[in-house]
């Protein structure tokens, strides 16, 4: 089927969608995406044919008038028919379940008028047998009873039978979906909002697999907000709806095809009008995914993994800026790069912040002043223990972690180096064994063991973060019981806490850390009132003495 899509904003001529058979809406709250798929119901008129479990499960007003061949107008046109029976029904839902089992009695009817007749006729398939088939493959351990004249619903080895009322929601959207798309008029655009309402991800792909197959000659239209279901409709063309002029009554919007090489990381970020922030980590579990969008709420945060993910990523997204005209950034741990790695990761809008990774951002002396302060402890008696306590563990693991040092720097020039073209083995071997005198590991070793003396004798604290890497540093620290917290886990838990809230203690932690990144000029700290009483002792804070455990 060919599709004419809504009035565009640009004044150009709406585009046609040529023998679509999958079309997916998208785009940001706000943006028109409803408004435009009623413009295209209009457009398709007596071929449209829309549906909603959303809407289906639930009363609605029915003041207005229904799209002809829709479950309200074959409830509508069967009531009609029948004057000796007038069924009440409320929900879109019930009706559908009206028109199968009229169905179903006229067929039985029709079927035993021509046996009686004594002609022989298939017993017939009807659409209430072919919903309740599909949908016991969808949910392979549930059955469907047929018992006086209603259907019943069992679990596996039917202990218990319970009727149509008592299904899950999802359940019911499943069996709605299916006998719905059945009743679409031949050759229909069949138009469905939020797709993925009450429906499970794990059965959300093969249910609409199942449908469209059952109704190949139809045209599929998806409003949804699930990126990975839009991305799995094999023959998709997706819409991004980008903005409505109410006044016009037409929209900003970019048709994409697979052709443009487009994977779920962008469409999911095309719902968003904010820039856009890569990250290193996964949504979940990563400290990364928790920190960032409360330091950064101006972004829409997006975990990638690997930071080979969110350097690549960036580059890409930003490659195709003139199409979704979304501005991105990523962000880093520094690790062990050099000046001139983090210079160059800079320069191509990727944030890498002056220390060595995340869990050191924990460890900034902002931070840990203004969590003190949150929970009133003395900052100037709790950070000069941390500072010093740092400081010991990274002069005991001085040498250890030059050699880490080395042993990147080492691995990134020699990858460098021996990606050139050689003209034989023998040039490759030259060339490598020239790499020990040219690359002169020893010497970097040395270099880098007195930079970091030069650290340690100097106690230069912030440094000292921006070249140690050591997971367990919050741990040995001691920031944790310092501060009034139990743990590691605690602590961090608590720094999160303090920026969920709206305290100057939060925007001090705020702008500390961005400060690491080179976001913002330094700026004085929150100012401390002494005295406070501390939170657990009772006791004034500027009275904690010596005896915290160090």
């Not at 585009?15 to 295209?40: H, M, P, W, Y």
């Amino acid at each position: 089927m060919d599709i004419r899509l809504p009035k565009r904003m640009d004044g150009h001529q709406p585009e046609v969608l040529i023998e679509s058979k999958q079309i997916t809406i998208i785009g940001a709250n706000g943006a028109g995406k409803s408004r435009f798929c009623s413009a295209l119901v209009d457009e398709l008129g007596d071929k449209a044919y829309r549906i909603s479990a959303l809407k289906a499960l639930f009363p609605s007003p029915t003041s207005t008038k229904p799209l002809p061949g829709s479950i309200d107008d074959l409830f509508n046109r069967m009531n009609a028919a029948n004057p000796h029976v007038k069924n009440m029904a409320e929900t879109e839902f019930d009706k559908l379940f009206y028109v199968m089992l009229g169905d179903e009695v006229r067929e039985l009817m029709n079927f035993k008028a021509h046996r009686l007749m004594g002609e022989r006729m298939e017993f017939p398939k009807t659409k209430l047998d072919i919903t309740v088939k599909k949908w016991q493959e969808v949910f392979p351990k549930n059955k469907v009873l047929r018992e006086n004249g209603k259907l019943m619903f069992a679990t596996e080895g039917y202990q218990d039978k319970y009727p149509l009322l008592r299904l899950s929601d999802g359940e019911k959207s499943v069996l709605y979906y299916i006998g719905a798309v059945l009743y679409a008029m031949p050759n229909a655009a069949i138009l469905v909002d939020d797709p993925e309402t009450f429906i499970h991800s794990s059965i959300m792909r093969t249910l609409w697999n199942v449908l469209e197959q059952l109704r190949p000659d139809c045209t599929f239209i998806y409003n949804t907000h699930d990126v990975g279901f839009a991305t799995s409709r094999i023959d998709n063309q997706c819409v991004w709806v980008k903005e409505f002029d109410p006044e016009s009554i037409a929209w900003d919007y970019e048709v994409m095809t697979s052709s443009r090489d487009l994977d779920t990381a962008l469409l999911d970020l095309l719902g968003s009008r904010k820039p856009v922030l890569f990250i290193e980590g996964d949504d979940k579990h990563s400290i990364d995914s928790k920190l960032y969008p409360l330091i950064f709420p101006e972004y829409t945060i997006k975990p990638l993994g690997s930071c080979n993910k969110v350097i690549e990523t960036v580059r890409s997204f930003n490659d195709l800026q003139n199409f979704h005209q979304l501005d991105s950034r990523g962000i880093v741990d520094r690790d062990r790069r050099s000046e001139e790695e983090v210079e160059y990761l800079r320069k191509k809008n990727i944030l890498v912040p002056n220390v060595a990774e995340i869990e050191n951002l924990f460890m900034l002396e902002g931070v840990i002043r203004a969590v003190a302060r949150q929970k009133r402890r003395n900052e100037n008696i709790v950070f000069p223990k941390v500072k010093k306590r740092i400081i010991e563990q990274f002069t005991h693991d001085l040498k250890q972690q030059a050699l880490q040092h080395v042993r990147h720097r080492v691995k990134h020039d020699v990858e460098l180096r021996i990606d050139m073209k050689f003209r034989n083995i023998s040039a490759l071997e030259e060339h490598m064994v020239e790499l020990v005198s040219e690359i002169n590991p020893r010497g970097m070793y040395d270099q880098l063991c007195r930079e970091f003396h030069y650290y340690e004798d100097n106690n230069d604290y912030a440094s000292i973060l921006r070249v140690y890497n050591e997971k367990h540093m919050i741990a040995e620290s001691n920031v944790a019981v310092l501060c009034g917290y139990k743990n590691k886990d605690d602590y961090v838990r608590g720094v999160l806490n303090i920026l969920k809230g709206g305290s100057e203690n939060a925007e001090a932690i705020r702008q500390a850390i961005k400060e690491c990144f080179g976001l913002t000029e330094a700026e004085p700290t929150v100012p401390q009132e002494m005295p406070e009483q501390n939170d657990e002792t009772n006791q004034p804070a500027d009275q904690q003495t010596d005896n915290t455990e160090n």
